[in-house]
C-alpha cells in the first residue's frame, strides 16, 4: 500500500492511498472549519451547514444527489467536529469520479433553498431535543463547556436554539466564503483508487478557486470547572475531564496508553474495580481526545444516587495508585490494544480515508504506520506512570454531572481528595 500526496497551486491538497484487492473506495472532502472556527454569534452554523449541503445544489436536486450515490449502490454522508467537517462516500471502483463529482458538488455549489433551510432547521432543532434527553450524550457538552468556558472550543457542535432558529440563508453562505477556500480543502480517498486520476479531477472541480483567509483559532485554555445538573433521572451520570496533550505533543501516545489501561476495556482499572470488584455501575470507562493545541483525559460512569459518591472517590483513588503500581504488563497490554485498534480500523478503506486526512491536516505529511507504531512502542511503564501521576495530582480538572446528584461530592471535594 502505497501513500501519495499532491497540492495544487492554490492550495487544495490531495492524498490517497491504493488498497490492493479491494473493489471499492471511499473518498471524501475534509475542510478546516468545524466548531472551534465559528465566532460566538454563529455557534452551531457548520453543522448547519453540513446538514444543507445535501439539500440542493445548482446541479442537483436533494433526491438526485442521493440517486446519484444509491443508483449505483454506494452511500454518502458528512459529519462535523470541533476543528474539522467531513464530506464522504463509499463507491466501487468504477464509480470513484460519480462519487468525487457529487460530493464536490455538495461542497461547491450549495444553492441554500430558503424552503429547504426551514426544513433542516426543523430537523437540526429536533436533533439538538434528542441530545438533550440523552443524559450520556448532553453530559459530554457540559464537561466539554466547563473545560474550555467561553471559548469556542467549548461550545456545543450543535449550536443553541435560538441560533439555530435564527441562522439565515446570508449566514450560511458567508461561513463558506469565509471557510472553504482551498487551502482550507483535503481531498482523501484510500481502496481502489487511482492516485493519478485523482489529481486530474481535482484540478478540473477545485483548480480554480480562490485562496482565502479563514478565522484562526485562539490558542485553548483548559479552564476547568463543575456543571451539576439535579434531575429525577434512573442514574446519577459522572464525567470527569484532565487537561491533557494536544495531537501535535510527543506524550500523546503516552495519553492513550494510561487511558486504555486506566478504562479502556474489561480488564482495566477501573473496569475490573469499580463494575467487577464492588458492581457500582454498568458502564465505566477512560478515554483520551485530543485537538490541535490541547486535549483531554475523560472518565464516565453512569450509577445510582446512593453509589455516585462511593464510585467518585475510587475512581480518584484508583488514579493515585496507578501512578504507584501501574505494572510493566498492563502497559504491555493497552499498547497491545492500541496498536490493534489502530491496525484492525484501517482494513476499511473508509477509516483509512480519514485517517490520511487527519494526519495531512495535522503534519502536512503522513507518517508511515512503522512510525507510528514504533512511538507505541517507544512508551515505557515509567512515561505511563509519570503522566498518570500529573492527571492524579496537578492537572487541570472539570466535573460535569447530571440526574439525581444533589448529594454527590463536587470539583473541589474530589481535588481534596487529589491532594490527599
Known amino acids: 500500500m502505497t501513500v ?10 490531495i492524498v490517497s492511498e491504493h488498497m490492493p484487492g479491494l473493489q471499492s473506495a471511499a473518498i471524501g472532502i475534509w475542510v478546516t472549519a468545524g466548531g472551534r472556527h465559528e465566532r460566538i454569534e454563529q455557534n452551531g452554523i457548520a453543522h448547519f451547514l453540513e446538514h444543507m449541503a445535501f439539500k440542493g445544489t445548482k446541479r442537483r436536486s436533494a433526491l438526485e444527489i442521493a440517486e446519484a450515490i444509491e443508483d449505483v449502490g454506494g452511500y454518502i454522508n458528512a459529519y462535523t467536529s470541533r476543528e474539522v467537517t467531513a464530506y464522504y462516500a463509499r463507491v466501487l471502483k468504477d464509480d470513484v469520479a460519480l462519487g468525487l463529482d457529487v460530493i464536490g458538488d455538495i461542497v461547491l ?7 429547504e433551510i426551514e426544513v433542516e432547521r426543523g430537523v437540526i432543532l429536533q436533533e439538538i431535543g434528542q441530545a438533550h434527553d440523552t443524559p450520556d450524550d448532553v453530559i459530554f457538552d457540559w464537561l466539554q463547556e466547563e473545560s474550555y468556558r467561553d471559548q469556542p472550543l467549548g461550545r456545543t457542535i450543535l449550536g443553541p436554539v435560538e441560533r439555530v432558529r435564527a441562522f439565515s440563508r446570508e449566514d450560511l453562505s458567508a461561513f463558506v466564503s469565509e471557510h472553504y477556500g482551498p487551502e482550507q480543502m483535503i481531498l482523501s480517498a484510500a481502496g481502489a483508487v487511482d492516485h493519478d486520476k485523482l489529481v486530474r479531477l481535482a484540478t478540473e472541480m477545485f483548480g480554480h478557486l480562490r485562496p482565502c483567509k479563514g478565522l484562526i483559532p485562539a490558542p485553548a485554555r483548559f479552564t476547568g470547572g463543575e456543571a451539576r445538573h439535579d434531575k429525577a433521572l ?10 491533557g496533550p494536544g495531537y501535535r505533543d510527543d506524550s500523546i501516545y503516552t495519553a492513550q496508553i494510561y487511558s486504555s489501561a486506566l478504562g479502556g476495556g474489561m480488564s482495566s482499572r477501573l473496569f475490573q474495580e469499580v463494575r467487577e470488584v464492588r458492581g457500582l455501575c454498568y458502564t465505566i470507562f477512560a478515554q483520551t481526545g485530543a485537538y490541535a493545541d490541547t486535549g483531554t ?41 492500541m496498536k490493534a485498534g489502530m491496525l484492525m480500523g484501517l482494513e476499511s478503506p473508509s477509516n483509512r480515508a480519514e485517517r ?18 514504533a512511538r507505541i512502542d517507544a512508551v515505557t511503564t515509567a512515561d505511563v506512570r509519570a503522566f498518570a501521576e500529573n492527571m492524579a495530582v496537578s492537572a487541570p480538572a472539570a466535573l460535569a454531572l447530571y440526574g439525581p446528584v444533589t448529594g454527590a461530592p463536587g470539583l473541589a471535594e474530589l481535588q481534596e481528595r487529589r491532594a490527599a
Open 234 to 243: 434512573e442514574q446519577a451520570h459522572f464525567a470527569l475531564a484532565f487537561e
Open 297 to 337: 483525559t475523560t472518565i464516565y460512569a453512569g450509577t445510582s444516587a446512593e453509589q455516585l459518591g462511593e464510585l467518585a472517590t475510587i475512581t480518584i483513588d484508583e488514579m493515585k495508585r496507578a501512578a504507584e503500581d501501574m505494572s510493566e504488563a498492563e502497559v504491555a497490554r493497552a499498547r497491545a490494544q
Open 4 to 13: 501519495r500526496q499532491d497540492q495544487l497551486a492554490n492550495g487544495f491538497r
Open 109 to 115: 455549489n450549495p444553492v441554500f433553498d430558503p424552503r
Open 356 to 373: 490520511l486526512a487527519r494526519l495531512v491536516q495535522i503534519w502536512g505529511t503522513v507518517p508511515s504506520l512503522e512510525e507510528t507504531v
